[in-house]
């Protein structure tokens, strides 16, 4: 499959607490993306990060990228209830069609 | 701007039919792309439309078809439907294809008993 893969499967922490998920891919990309989805609704895009970057801030997300390990990792700091979502990587190797990864459940307890 | 709106929310079919669903993108977006979500094989790419032509497929049967109106809107058909295509059907547009990232709608939630 090419599917991505991430972990980890399921995190639970508490409101504050910085929430670290981990996505690795299988080929070259152009870029790769992070969507949350609440609750088996559409997804929502958080970020973008370019082949050519290595970090990336947004509001309270921090978005790393190293091609070499084909790996990223989305940093969500001071974490709220309301992050509570799945969060999926996703890649676009210039087929035009995102490659999702398996996607890490969030539980943030107030 | 409105967003990404699927038809109908939810569908409840028996298998061996055929089903329908239906996308309309945001106002002014050209390209519409169909996935798949199932928990046991996730997010799965199903294919993309802009302007009225498939421009990409993933890989699935060809009991998976889609078209593009005119005006951007789009459908997409599941004829003979297995118990296996219970699934979210997610809709996402763009406004062309050097725009890098997609927006999604709510999905159809489709059930085949």
């Known amino acids: 499959s090419q599917q991505g893969e991430e972990d980890p499967q399921a995190l639970s922490i508490q409101e504050g607490e910085n929430a670290t998920m981990n996505c690795s891919y299988k080929t070259s990309i152009n870029n790769l993306q992070w969507y949350r989805q609440n609750s088996g609704r559409g997804l929502v895009h958080l970020i973008l990060?370019?082949?050519?970057?290595r970090e990336k801030h947004s509001g309270r997300l921090r978005v790393t990228l190293d091609t070499s390990k084909k790996s990223s990792s989305l940093l969500i700091t001071a974490s709220r209830a309301a992050d509570t979502a799945s969060y999926f990587c996703a890649t676009d190797d210039n087929t035009d069609k995102l490659i999702f990864g398996t996607g890490t459940r969030l539980q943030v307890f107030p | 701007k409105a967003g990404v709106t699927q038809t109908p929310r939810y569908l409840i079919k028996t298998r061996g039919q055929q089903v329908t669903l239906s996308c309309s993108p945001i106002s002014g977006h050209r390209s519409v792309s169909w996935y798949q979500q199932t928990p046991g094989q996730g997010l799965q790419f199903l294919f993309e439309?802009?302007?009225?032509?498939?421009?990409n497929k993933g890989n699935f049967p060809g009991r998976f078809s889609g078209r593009q109106f005119s005006n951007s809107r789009s459908e997409m058909n599941v004829s003979t439907l297995e118990l296996g295509d219970s699934a979210l059907y997610l809709c996402?547009?763009?406004?062309?294809?050097?725009?890098?990232?997609?927006?999604f709608g709510p999905g159809t939630r489709l059930l085949v008993l």
């Open positions: 990060i370019r082949s050519n970057e």
């Open positions: 996402a547009s763009r406004a062309s294809l050097a725009q890098e990232t997609q927006y």
């Open positions: 439309y802009f302007s009225e032509t498939q421009r």
